[in-house]
């Protein structure tokens, strides 16, 4: 007549959830994403993403200190140049934006928190592509690849922790690897964006980067629908000397995110992208989702799928969530 088994016991107090809680963030987990424009004088909003900024490389030192007082661990640079070309050639200038801003957010806090850079060349290139073009105006995979090494040896002269490759390009990880040993940069790593979707959630980061993207990027990011695939991407990048990889985007991908940290013994990180917030923050916005509940829900659900660190624009607000016991 009466049930045998109670699991509503354990849900009875606040004290009593927190004891039996399998899942926790904590703030060093989160890594927060940050935009830096050249050749403005004031930051500047980034319309679909409510709170979001274009930094200058004065704004983009305060609120690198703001992180890094508030507990995150880590931060991810992303330049917006002013002048772009075919070959994306401000993103292996040492006095590019990137480069520049890395040199700063370094001289401002050291190794007080982990400086990351997207290595990537879609910010720099006219065509928005992730790399150069071949004749037939396709994404030319072996000759990008000498662009990202280059790149990423200016980016770990300019003082970076961790260089993102974030370019889909096959090999990248192990090309990435070379160069920086072979410039005497064994102890810069790589978080590797290892199983990155061709997604409609990287909407709004267009806008924050001003890329004038032609085309789509399907010939080199992953379908949506292929799950196993992302197994054997994470392999290879594991296997070419990836120190983390990541899932991307990470709600609508939470399968593949268990179904890597399953396969692998590194750390597994996911990215709540631009359009996973732009998402939110229209609702919140309208008063239809409550601001905190949703973003820490969120956060544990991805935590709970098996990534660790996740990269949020939420960052900074949910350490102070956390840190509130929320
Ligand atoms: C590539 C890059 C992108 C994002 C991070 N790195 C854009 C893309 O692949 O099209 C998207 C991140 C986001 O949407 O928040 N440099």
Redesign the pocket.
Known sequence: MYPDVRPRRLRTTPAMRRLVAETVVRPADLIL?LFVREGIAEPKPVASMPGVLQHTRDSLRKVVVEAVEAGVGGIML?GVPLTRDEVGSAGTDPDGVLNVAIRDVAAEVGDATVVMS?L????FTSHGH?GVLDAQGRVDNDATLARYADMAVRQAEAGVHLV?T???MDGQVGVVREALDAAGHTDVGILA?AA?YA?A??????E??E?T?QGD?RAY?QDPANGREALREVALDVAEGADLVMV??ALPYLDVVAAVRAAVDVPVAA?Q?????AMAEAAFANGWLDRERTILETLTSIRRAGAQQI?T?WATEATALLRAGY
């Open positions: 994403p992303y997207d990537c060349l879609d910010e992730c993102g974030s370019g889909m964006y990155k997604s959630f990287y909407g709004p980061f267009r924050a980067v890329s993207l990027r990011q991307k985007p990215y992208v631009s359009g996973e917030y990269l624009y």
